[in-house]
């Protein structure tokens, strides 16, 4: 038993070891610069830029491949922000990425909803849940607004609504859902 224990204990330690110098070793560094310019972007993931999410547009601007206009979601405000920190002029927003609109989030009407999944997949934050065959919903507070999962559906379940602006109201409104209601006879 003591042999077991001395043995576990050794090959821990063995382990350990090799596993701390592989991190100091193997270490690969993130430029800073990229993780700023990150940090500016809306986070929708929704490749209106041309990349398949926020992080790659900022490795691409921050390699000088790609303008700071190209973020729809981030709008006038988001490529000020980018142009102070890299020291550039503002630009327009480049209308070939699409146009800014207010913050938006989606609902679904679960009534309607088929449970096909076709959403789910579409979603690049994860924020629909649901199972096979049965009625989808969304997080609302991880629904990034990126519009996505609109044209996958197969029965336009899928609404969008607008984010309440106001400070004092932060969450977003609940959609109206038309109630079917059967006459009894």
Same mark, same amino acid.
């Given at each position: @038993?003591?042999?077991?224990?001395?043995?576990?204990?050794?090959?821990?330690?063995?382990?350990?070891?090799?596993? !701390?110098?592989?991190?100091?070793? /193997? =270490?690969?560094?993130?430029?800073?610069?990229?993780?700023?310019?990150?940090?500016? /972007?809306?986070?929708?993931?929704?490749?209106?830029?041309?990349?398949?999410?926020?992080?790659?547009?900022?490795?691409?601007?921050?390699?000088?491949?790609?303008?700071?206009?190209?973020?729809?979601?981030?709008?006038?405000?988001?490529?000020? +922000?980018?142009?102070?920190? /890299?020291? =550039?002029?503002?630009?327009?927003?480049?209308?070939?990425?699409?146009?800014?609109?207010?913050?938006?989030?989606?609902?679904?009407?679960?009534?309607? $909803?088929? !449970? $096909? @999944?076709?959403?789910?997949? +579409?979603?690049?934050?994860?924020?629909?849940?649901?199972?096979?065959? #049965? @009625?989808?919903?969304?997080?609302?507070?991880e629904c990034t607004g990126c519009?996505?999962? #609109?044209?996958?559906?197969?029965?336009?379940?899928?609404?969008?609504? !607008? @984010?309440?602006?106001?400070?004092?109201?932060?969450?977003?409104?609940?959609?109206? #859902?038309? =109630? =079917?209601?059967?006459?009894?006879?």
């Amino acid at each position: @038993m003591l042999a077991s224990i001395i043995a576990l204990t050794a090959l821990g330690t063995v382990l350990g070891l090799g596993l !701390g110098w592989a991190a100091i070793k /193997l =270490r690969v560094e993130s430029d800073p610069v990229v993780e700023r310019i990150d940090t500016l /972007l809306p986070q929708t993931q929704c490749g209106q830029c041309g990349y398949p999410g926020c992080r790659p547009y900022a490795e691409a601007i921050a390699r000088e491949e790609a303008d700071i206009n190209q973020c729809p979601p981030g709008g006038e405000s988001g490529i000020r +922000a980018l142009a102070d920190l /890299l020291g =550039r002029e503002p630009k327009p927003l480049n209308p070939d990425n699409g146009e800014e609109k207010p913050k938006t989030v989606v609902v679904i009407d679960e009534q309607r $909803c088929i !449970g $096909c @999944m076709l959403c789910i997949q +579409a979603c690049p934050v994860d924020a629909i849940v649901g199972a096979a065959k #049965l @009625m989808h919903t969304v997080i609302e507070s991880e629904c990034t607004g990126c519009d996505l999962c #609109l044209p996958p559906c197969p029965v336009d379940c899928i609404n969008v609504v !607008g @984010m309440n602006a106001d400070i004092l109201n932060w969450r977003s409104p609940k959609p109206r #859902l038309a =109630r =079917r209601f059967t006459v009894l006879p």
